[in-house]
């Protein structure tokens, strides 16, 4: 797949020169006696390690569908990120216990003009890398790479300091190590948080991103015959591997004929355009009679003295059987969706009485 491709060459680059500035910046920190140039050094070593993690988890993640798992195994990406996570936090744990005790008991560095200009340059090669990294991961949707480019990023923000300190030590002789060393394990650590979170998120199921979900909105309206598009749920089975339902309102008289024409052709434009794998229910629209279009329009009413109700929709009302069903979508923070569906079932039964009422309480899966 190109996109393993693209990820595994990305963290490659991202390795070398990882590998290059650990090599330096550890070289230059003993010499000087810097922890934090030394701490500099480890964060970097723990990116090169980070990248190789990267490069095992795109791999494992692109192996075929099988009996066992036969939606892929894309999910093992998200893993990787996850244990990428841990191996900065430590990195920053560790940052901070080193860090303290050299607050404790203070050393003083001994900066050379050489090894200024390495800091400087690890500055201008790691903004360029995170630049490059971040922009190839959003390109590609690989939460591992936009974490590796942010990481970097912030690694030329921790070198710009160390670079600061040095000066700061050369012209006034105070001494910043200790403290800046803490500084960037804190930083270390929030940032190995913020990955935590973003990757279980994508574990545990987080909700569908709103620019995708409108987007397929959309496009779906597109078709004359949809007069409405709802209950969208997309499931993540790997960043590159997504498959969802939706419901579609249609005019009630279609056959059987020419809903499966319609909804084959939207599962085709749906994939060619998102990529997405798309399994599509009928919600059957018969309010061109004026009954029906009272009763609705009665109901609504109803509906908007709730504000807990987001939406209501597949309203239909079936003669034969003196049924009238549909469906309400309630705030996740309502505690009582029960009683709210009761109370307005009361209410539209007193305005029509001749009917029973089927309502489903469906679920805000989507904006």
């Given at each position: ?18 590998i ?6 550890a ?10 140039i ?7 070593l723990s990116?090169a390690?980070?990248s ?12 075929r ?13 998200y ?10 936090l ?8 080193e860090?303290?005790?050299?607050i404790?008991h ?6 050379t003009?050489a090894?200024?200009?390495i800091?400087?340059v690890?500055v201008?090669v790691?903004?360029?890398?995170g ?11 690989s939460?591992?790479l ?5 990481d ?11 670079l ?15 403290y800046?060393?803490f ?5 270390i ?5 913020e990955i935590?979170?973003?990757?279980l ?19 779906v309206?597109?078709?004359?015959e949809?007069q409405?598009?709802?209950?969208i749920?997309l ?8 498959m969802?339902?939706i ?10 004929k020419?809903i ?10 749906i994939y060619?355009?998102?990529?997405i794998v798309l399994?599509i ?9 004026e009954h029906?279009?009272q ?13 807990e ?32 569906k009761d109370?307005?079932v009361k209410e ?8 029973s009422?089927?309502v ?8």
């Open positions: 797949m190109e996109r393993n491709k693209i990820i595994i060459k990305t963290s490659i680059q991202g390795i070398i020169v990882n290059i500035l650990v090599i330096f910046k070289i230059v920190g003993v010499i000087v006696n810097s922890i934090a030394i701490l500099d050094a480890v964060n970097n990116d390690i980070s190789i993690i990267t490069i095992i988890g795109t791999k494992l993640a692109g192996k569908p099988d009996k066992e798992h036969p939606y892929g195994h894309g999910r093992i990406e893993f990787a990120s996850l244990i990428i996570a841990v191996i900065v430590v990195a920053g744990v560790t940052s901070g216990k860090s303290i005790e050299k404790i203070p050393v003083k560095a001994d900066y003009i090894s200024l200009i800091i400087i690890a201008i790691k903004f360029f890398l630049r490059h990294v971040k922009s190839v991961g959003e390109k590609i949707d939460q591992s936009i974490a590796s480019g942010t970097a990023f912030m690694d030329a923000v921790l070198s710009f300091s160390t600061v300190a040095a000066v700061i030590s050369l012209i006034w002789g105070i001494s910043l190590e200790g800046l060393g500084v960037i394990s804190v930083i650590v929030k940032s190995s948080f935590m979170k973003e990757t998120n994508s574990i545990i199921g987080a909700r569908a991103d709103s620019e995708l979900t409108q987007k397929l909105r959309e496009k309206n597109e078709f004359e949809v409405g598009v709802y209950d749920t499931h993540n089975y790997g960043p590159s591997q997504i969802g339902s419901h579609i309102q249609v005019d009630d008289n279609m056959t059987a020419e499966h024409k319609l909804t084959r052709k939207i599962q085709l434009y060619e355009e998102l990529g399994t229910g009928i919600y059957a629209s018969n309010t061109s009679e029906y279009v009763i609705k329009s009665e109901l609504t009413k109803i509906i908007r003295k709730y504000p109700i987001l939406q209501m929709h597949g309203f239909y009302v079936d003669e034969e059987t003196k049924t009238v069903s549909f469906d309400l979508i309630i705030d996740f923070k309502a505690d009582n969706k029960e009683n709210i109370e307005v539209i039964k007193e305005k029509y009485s001749e009917y009422y089927f489903i309480l469906d679920t805000d899966y989507s904006d």
